[in-house]
């Protein structure tokens, strides 16, 4: 038995420990949102963060996430059920088309906000180029990462009344 | 997303022909309709089969089309609304289900009028099957840019319309008042002399009763109040938090999943399969021999890939596996070679007297362009769930084409297509590779021989590998040219026509043209790719215009200018993208400006490309898009199309290139099959222009006439002329107006 700790929840998985984390947060989990596009880390789809920094969870044995928190897509929306800047943002500048990418686009990006709070552009390029859009929606996540940061940083600014 | 049941559709042969598209009613309680207690909620009445009125005055659009990320849900269910005068935030939507009388009726009806602007291409399936007037050929497909021209037009706004036509009739029976002293306003009914005010709700009853009219007066452009605005999109919010069920989302009880395999070799078959090879593999179920592939069923994807890679399989020969690249490129020359020398080719146009102006030229220019296959790579890999149950074949996937899939599945597997039940899913990525049902009828074998459900995904792999592919081409001109420097002759030879049949024709004033072709057989599959014969044919086109121009010495827009002043639609295009690009103002050392311009399915698009090459690497720095769809529904749905369709056709441009050895692909993943990312997309700025007409498509109209405008860009910035794409292959090292042309 695998002990996995995801979005919070504890999970205890009978599975091969060499399994790649994406089919486990898919298959066994059951959680879809996090998507195969590669399996060879060179899209970005699969991306989820284990202890906050990103993963491609496709090359990710899910031996390698126990004992560590993984975040999903589906557990970015905050405790309360706001969704986080990024959410908000992306659906601001309506950046989907398809969709099937922006899981990966959008974890890259959370984690991105989290180590930057005013990404520029080029920090973005460096970000964001291991994800791939067959859909081409790199000009409104460009702009999606720029709202959330002004979003999120004026959130911060606002004084703590406790 | 809610959907239809399929069962409500099961009996709905009721439904007279084009009765769905001119939206006819159905009536509650009429006894010879057995759809309505099938399709029709305690609380709902059905006005017709694209709208439904509930008793809380909430209405829902049906849309026949899949959703790619085009946002065509959005984008049908307003135009009905709109015809409607319907609330819009009290509006959903559901997709039409995978059944004959959603059978797209209005490509049936362009193809047998022969309309012009109709993507004859869908005439001709890859599978073979023909799309015909007649209810059986059924075809039901998102592509072609068809949504909004030919549902929209044709079915939703008139159902729309003639709803509204009858919900008017009906309050004005009730009231008693004079039908034309009445007004529809967000789903209510007004009339302004007594300021009386009614829900659209109070009146669905008695209005399914009324016999709608079959063509009812559409609004003009100008009194569109939905139409024209940018709402949000529907399918936006489930697409940021996972929710969005896509084919491969699909959960099912008892679910197995499957890897596949198939021969390497276009054309080879199993020969054997040794199934000792993993046997002491951990949680394997069943290994199927599919003819031309082999899956493995277990209980996980990964145990399931894993066993495919130890499979030990021995494929038959068919005869192609000494293939090269080089050699199909020799083929296609050759072809055109031999079509000249033997005076072989078919005549795709001719007007005026070529010969003679050629003989009268003062110059001839020639050039010769050659294209690549290209893969379609969407972002979620090929996959399909099916499970046979209860005599009926159920599949989950995501399909540009639901109706033409039941059809062939059902051949597949020696099957009523009426019990092949399709649950279509969002897509993640069509661009064409969705319209061709390989990999549903594969699902649909492999579910023959197991009792329980099974998901089959492709890997990365297969999906490069067993594409149906945008055709390699080459295309070969001739232009003579007076003392002025004028075209005064086009004559263009080309091998393998596709569809659309307009995609070689250009727009531009010259008198004599020869256009002609031959065709040549390959063995790798073909396929509707993005824009179709306009990916390759606007290359060429707008690449030798630009040669001509910089033969005459002039500039390549105002070269454009002079031969399409009798072309308003293509003018206002051009001119407006001129302005906006601050064409002719200096651009830094190394840089450089292009431009093309295209009309494809309905829809006029300019683009100017700003290029840097800064050490032997090219820079693709702006991209000016101006778009002329007649009428643009969504202007930010269209500017996410454009920018979508300019992102696809760079990539292609700068990388895109499947190539054939030993018979097989030889590119397989993102590693080798490059797709263009965050940190080289370049600044795209869309313009809009509604310059009146039928509506164009948004889809594909802004992917073909990026590769020229960078190339054209490329020979701004640097003297270097490319003929062959990708430009990937170029070395700019030696850049220079020596280096002309690539091969
Ligand atoms: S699926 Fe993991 S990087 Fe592509
Ligand atoms: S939105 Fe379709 S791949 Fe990114």
Redesign the interface.
């Known amino acids: 038995m695998i002990e996995l700790y995801i979005n919070g929840t504890k999970y205890m998985i009978d ?2 420990p060499m ?2 984390l994406l ?1 486990v947060i ?3 989990v ?11 880390a ?2 970005g ?1 699969c991306t989820v963060h284990v202890n906050g920094k990103s993963v491609r969870s496709c090359i990710t044995p899910v031996k390698a996430a126990v004992g560590n928190n993984v975040t ?3 557990g970015i ?1 905050s405790a309360d059920g706001e ?1 986080h800047p990024i ?1 908000k943002a ?2 601001t500048e ?10 990966g686009q ?1 974890m890259t990006a959370v984690e991105l906000l989290n180590q930057i709070s005013s990404p520029t552009d080029s920090d ?3 970000a ?15 702009k999606g990462i720029k709202t959330a940061a002004l979003a999120m940083r004026s959130n911060a600014e606002v004084p703590d009344d406790g | 997303m809610a959907k239809w049941s399929r069962r409500a559709f099961i009996t709905a042969g009721v439904i007279a022909s084009g009765a769905v598209v001119f939206g006819v009613a159905i009536r509650r309680g009429n006894p010879v309709d057995k759809v309505v207690s099938l399709a029709v909620g305690d609380d709902e009445t059905l006005i017709n089969v694209w709208l439904k009125i509930a008793t809380d005055n909430s209405i829902t659009v049906i849309v026949p089309h899949a959703e ?4 065509v849900h959005t984008t049908l269910a307003m135009m009905l609304a709109d015809e409607l005068d319907a609330d819009w935030d009290t509006v959903q939507m559901l997709e039409a289900p995978a059944h004959e009388e959603y059978a797209n009726y209005a490509l049936k009806r362009g193809y047998s009028t022969g309309d012009i602007e109709f993507p004859a291409f869908l005439v001709d399936s890859v599978n073979g099957y023909f799309l015909n007037a007649a209810k059986e050929s059924g075809t039901q497909i998102t592509g072609g840019s068809t949504s909004v021209r030919y549902t929209g037009e044709l079915a939703m706004r008139v159902a729309g319309a003639s709803t509204k036509a009858v919900l008017l009739q009906a309050a004005a029976d009730k009231w008693n008042v004079n039908r034309d002293s009445l007004r529809a306003e967000k789903s209510y009914i007004v009339h302004d002399a007594s300021g009386r005010r009614a829900r659209f709700a109070d009146f669905s009853v008695e209005a399914a009763n009324l016999s709608q009219p079959p063509a009812p007066v559409l609004k003009s452009h100008d009194q569109f109040t939905i139409m024209g605005t940018s709402v ?2 529907i ?12 084919g ?2 699909v ?1 099912l009880p008892d679910m197995k ?1 499957a890897a596949i395999k198939a021969a390497p070799v276009f054309g080879s078959k199993v020969a054997d399969i040794d199934e000792t090879s993993v046997q002491e593999m ?1 949680g394997i179920h069943r290994i199927v021999n599919l003819d031309s592939a082999v899956a493995i069923v277990a209980d ?4 399931a ?1 894993q066993a495919m890679e130890q499979l030990d399989v021995k494929w038959t020969l068919s005869g192609n596996e000494s293939i090269e690249q080089s050699d199909i490129a020799q083929q296609l020359a050759g072809a055109l070679d031999a079509a000249n020398a033997n005076d072989a080719f078919e005549v795709d146009l001719e007007a005026g007297d070529v010969k003679g102006a050629f003989d009268a030229a003062s110059k001839v220019v020639n050039a010769e362009y050659r294209v690549p296959y290209l893969a379609h ?5 090929m996959n399909c769930t099916a499970w046979i149950h209860e005599g009926r074949c159920e599949l989950w996937l995501g399909t540009q084409n639901p109706l033409g899939f039941t059809l062939r599945i059902g051949k597949a597997i020696g099957m009523n297509p009426a019990d092949v039940i399709l649950h279509n899913q ?6 064409g590779r969705r319209s061709v049902s390989d990999f549903a009828e594969q699902a649909a074998r492999i579910a023959v021989d197991v009792p329980y459900p099974v998901k089959l ?1 492709w ?2 792999e297969e999906d490069i590998r067993h594409d149906h592919y945008r055709q390699a081409s080459i295309s070969r001109f001739s232009a003579a040219v007076n003392a002025a420097g004028q075209p005064t002759a086009w004559q263009n030879q080309f091998v393998n026509k596709r569809v659309p049949a307009e995609a070689p024709h250009i727009p531009y004033a010259i008198d004599n043209q020869l256009i002609q072709f031959t065709n040549s057989g390959v063995h790798v599959p073909w396929g509707f790719w993005r824009s179709v014969d306009h990916s390759l044919h606007t290359f060429f086109t707008e690449s030798f215009i630009d040669e001509l121009a910089v033969a005459a010495g002039s500039d390549p827009l105002e070269f454009r200018r002079e031969l399409l002043v009798d072309k308003p639609g293509f003018m206002s295009v051009l001119e407006r993208v001129a302005e906006e690009s601050e064409w002719g103002t200096p651009l830094p050392e190394n840089c450089g400006r292009g431009i093309a311009i295209c009309r494809c399915f309905g829809t006029t698009v300019a683009q100017v490309v700003e290029v840097e090459i800064d050490n032997g690497t090219i820079r693709v720095k702006r991209v000016v898009c101006v778009v002329d769809a007649s009428f643009t529904i969504h202007p ?1 749905g269209m500017r ?1 199309q454009m ?6 056709g760079l990539t292609a441009a700068l990388y895109g290139d499947i190539s054939i050895h030993q018979g097989a692909v030889m590119q397989s ?3 080798d099959y490059q ?7 370049p ?2 700025e869309t313009h809009i222009i509604n310059g009146g007409g039928r509506f164009g498509g948004a889809g594909e109209a802004g992917t073909p006439a990026i590769a020229p405008a960078l190339t054209n860009a490329i020979f701004n910035a640097s003297g270097l002329r490319i003929r062959e794409l990708p430009i990937k292959h170029v070395d700019f090292s030696q850049q220079g107006p020596e280096m002309q042309g690539v091969t």
């Open positions: 599975v091969d399994t790649p089919w898919r298959e066994q059951g959680l879809t949102g996090t998507k195969f596009g590669c399996g060879i060179q899209c789809a999903t897509i589906e929306t969704p959410q992306w659906l309506q950046v989907p088309q398809c969709g099937y990418c922006q899981s959008m973005i390029d460096t964001m180029s291991g994800v791939i859009c067959r859909c081409g929606t790199y000009g409104r996540i460009r | 790619m990320g085009q946002g949000p999109r399918d936006i919010p489930a697409k940021i938090d996972g929710s969005a069920k896509y491969i989302d959960v999943y951990p996980g994807y990964w145990q890939q790579a969407t972002m979620e890999p969002y897509l993640g990525g069509g661009f995904i890997s990365r930010d996410a920018e979508s369709g300019i992102i696809y993943n993102f590693h797709i263009l990312r965050m940190s080289d997309a600044k795209i």
